[in-house]
T-cell receptor, first 119, second 113 residues
Framework: DSGVTQTPKHLITATGQRVTLRCSPRSGDLSVYWYQQSLDQGLQFLIQYYNGEERAKGNILERFSAQQFPDLHSELNLSSLELGDSALYFC??????????????????FGEGSRLTVL | GQNIDQPTEMTATEGAIVQINCTYQTSGFNGLFWYQQHAGEAPTFLSY????GLEEKGRFSSFLSRSKGYSYLLLKELQMKDSASYLCAVSPFYGGSQGNLIFGKGTKLSVKP
């Protein structure tokens, strides 16, 4: 158990719909990262939040958005869903943070993921 | 561009040693990481290299050559539970954070009795 909690574990929805994935980081971790894992692309970095603020963006589509709340939990919102959005979405948090919010040794703790199926 | 290459699959025998190679080309470099991922589970951190050389951690070791854009993960005394995918990942320099990783597609290791 990494200490990172993600809900829901499984989600099935239709094209065009909108879903929200939720993540609670490890106690004390200020950074939250969202990753997407699909069979053909592997794990891809989407976005990072640190203490409520967006810190870095990766390959995140404009249809996707995220936020981190004062209690440090984060939500990833996926809208106008397409078949190709079917994937495993992981949230991760850092083991330690330096002053800039950077993990001091790059060790990420991943949640168990939310498996999204778009039909 | 950003590119990380590693073999798709490998097979090894219980008790043996296996080396999983990774080559990378990224716009920046802020560390190389290896993660283990069992089927249907979350990735878990194995090792981290930022300087050239070998880092040893029990049965697992990881090597880095920055000039060659090359790393390997060495697994000794293989056990059946080592059957998993091994993900090579590089941290490019995105605003100082190491957690924004570029992952390879992973090497699926099968350990046979």
């Amino acid at each position: 158990d990494s200490g990172v909690t993600q809900t829901p574990k499984h989600l099935i929805t239709a094209t065009g719909q909108r879903v929200t994935l939720r993540c609670s980081p490890r106690s004390g971790d200020l950074s939250v990262y969202w990753y997407q894992q699909s069979l053909d692309q592997g794990l891809q970095f989407l976005i990072q939040y640190y203490n409520g603020e967006e810190r870095a963006k990766g390959n995140i589509l404009e249809r996707f958005s995220a936020q981190q709340f004062p209690d440090l939990h984060s939500e990833l919102n996926l809208s106008s869903l397409e078949l190709g959005d079917s994937a495993l979405y992981f949230c991760a948090s850092s083991v330690r943070q330096g002053a800039s919010g950077a993990p001091l040794d790059g060790e990420l703790f991943f949640g168990e993921g939310s498996r999204l199926t778009v039909l | 561009g950003q590119n990380i290459d590693q073999p798709t699959e490998m097979t090894a025998t219980e008790g043996a040693i296996v080396q999983i190679n990774c080559t990378y080309q990224t716009s920046g470099f802020n560390g190389l990481f290896w993660y283990q991922q069992h089927a249907g589970e979350a990735p878990t951190f194995l090792s981290y290299n930022v300087l050239d050389g070998l880092e040893e951690k029990g049965r697992f070791s990881s090597f880095l050559s920055r000039s060659k854009g090359y790393s390997y993960l060495l697994l000794k005394e293989l056990q059946m539970k080592d059957s998993a995918s091994y993900l090579c990942a590089v941290s490019p320099f995105y605003g100082g954070s190491q957690g924004n990783l570029i992952f390879g597609k992973g090497t699926k290791l099968s350990v046979k009795p």
